[in-house]
């Protein structure tokens, strides 16, 4: 897979060869609920492989038919919190609440971020998907959807005209595991906007500055320009027009947070509880916080127990697995597990290759929202990656084969486990108490626990 090189992308379908406007052609027709655009930017983020492509899109679509957010789910984070005037950090598309949306002189839409998203890992990617989603509405025909997000770093309290707001926390911070799992889901779900897209981050110390001015020699050109790093908002008049520049930034433009929450909430047909704020917390963070669905409780389970469980995990064999820590020379250690894809909704993998009662599992994975992602760096052969908003976990397969049939039984697991999550059943799916007894009854009984947990479920509104 190619690294993005901003503005070296084809960026509309004018561009296009005659071969690649046939292969545009051939893969929307597959996936007409994808744009031209959309398609195009798969295409491109997999060096027009069609077949990786299309394998992608059927992920994304997985994923979109579970991650529905509204905005009802993001107003917490664009609420002010006691005592304050602006919210402490949260990501908006500027739009006009009249049917259009502001855009740069480029005609990238425009996207505010307060600070950096924060929350639990599902409400950071519920906040990104929103506002994908509502970029996607005004996607131009023929033309790859381009981002020029404007972030202020110190939060409103550096805003210009406006004095500092009491009370309100600082959630810019350094990139964290969060961050690049948000980086990864936008390349999984919405590559087409990796391409040409720019970002200003304003605020930010001149020591900053300088640190990453020192990056320059090690990145491209084209991607070291489109990352902006400045003190305020000056520079801006020279990359949107006065019709974008909001009264923040030092513009004429009035856009009030509220009153956009409003009208979505008018436009969804929701009401929002204005009294549930989410605020920054330091500890906010993707590697520091387990979600509802932590599979603590499957620990107990033995390799001999799970492969002899009605249904049978997808796959379950023998990897390698790479480690977080590195050898001799900087070299990263890989280390032989047993794989499964499996129980439903689950992957996980054991320390020990061998099937047998004291075999325990090592961790296991919750797949809602996750993906996989070819290896991209040729580090590794046959090399691919799960990514889950918790953290990524890389593996390896003898052969390209293998790879290919591990990717397919994970993303099936993964189409379970959104399927259980939209349908309101994983609470009752997660039952810890049948899992503690697993390893004792070897699997039979648990099994028959949750289907009779999925049967109760069909009774619930």
């Not at 005037?85 to 502001?102: F, N, R, T």
């Amino acid at each position: 897979m190619a690294d993005w090189l901003p503005g070296k992308h084809l960026l509309t379908v004018a561009e296009l060869s005659e071969v690649q406007a046939a292969m545009v052609q051939q893969v929307h027709a597959k996936f007409p609920d994808f744009n031209d655009g959309d398609v195009m930017g798969y295409l491109q983020y997999r060096n027009w492989d069609v077949a990786q492509a299309e394998a992608q899109m059927r992920t994304t679509q997985g994923w979109r038919k579970s991650h529905k957010p509204t905005i009802a789910d993001v107003a917490p984070f664009m609420l002010p919190g006691p005592g304050c005037s602006a919210p402490d950090g949260c990501q908006v598309l500027l739009e006009d609440m009249k049917g259009g949306v502001l855009k740069d002189n480029e005609g990238r839409l425009v996207i505010l971020w307060i600070g950096l998203c924060h929350g639990t890992p599902a409400e950071q990617l519920a906040q990104q998907a929103y506002v994908c989603r509502r970029c996607r509405l005004y996607a131009e025909p023929g033309k790859v959807m381009r981002f020029c997000t404007v972030i202020e770093a110190k939060g409103r309290g550096a805003a210009v005209r406006l004095p500092a707001e009491r009370g309100t926390r600082v959630s810019f911070r350094f990139p964290d595991s969060g961050s690049k799992a948000l980086m990864d889901a936008q390349k999984q779900h919405f590559p087409a906007t990796q391409y040409g897209a720019n970002t200003h981050i304003c605020g930010v110390p001149r020591a900053v500055q300088w640190a990453f001015a020192l990056m320059r020699p090690f990145m491209s050109k084209e991607a070291y320009e489109a990352l902006l790093l400045r003190t305020d908002f000056s520079h801006l008049p020279s990359h949107l027009p006065a019709s974008s520049i909001i009264k923040e930034w030092g513009g004429e433009v009035e856009f009030d947070l509220e009153k956009y929450i409003a009208w979505r909430a008018k436009e969804e047909g929701i009401t929002i509880d204005r009294s549930h704020v989410r605020r920054f917390e330091a500890s906010d963070s993707f590697g520091d916080q387990i979600e509802d669905d932590s599979p603590e409780s499957f620990a107990g389970i033995s390799s001999a127990a799970l492969a002899r469980w009605d249904p049978a995990p997808l796959k379950m064999g023998a990897v390698e697995k790479q480690g977080s820590g590195q050898g001799w020379f900087g070299t990263n250690k890989w280390k032989g597990k047993l794989l499964a894809a499996g129980p439903p909704g689950f992957a996980c993998y054991f320390d020990s290759e061998t099937f047998s009662t004291t075999n325990k599992a090592a961790r296991t994975i919750p797949l809602f929202g996750a993906f996989v992602q070819e290896d991209e760096d040729g580090s590794k052969k046959h090399a691919w990656t799960l990514v889950t908003a918790q953290r990524n976990y890389k593996f390896a397969a003898k052969d390209k084969a293998g790879a290919e049939a591990w990717a397919l039984a994970l993303r099936s697991c993964i189409e379970v486990a959104n399927v259980l999550h939209a349908e309101k059943k994983r609470k009752l799916l997660y039952l810890a108490s049948p899992w503690d007894s697993v390893a004792a009854a070897e699997g039979a009984v648990v099994f028959q626990n949750v289907v009779s947990a999925v049967q109760s479920a069909e009774n619930l509104t």
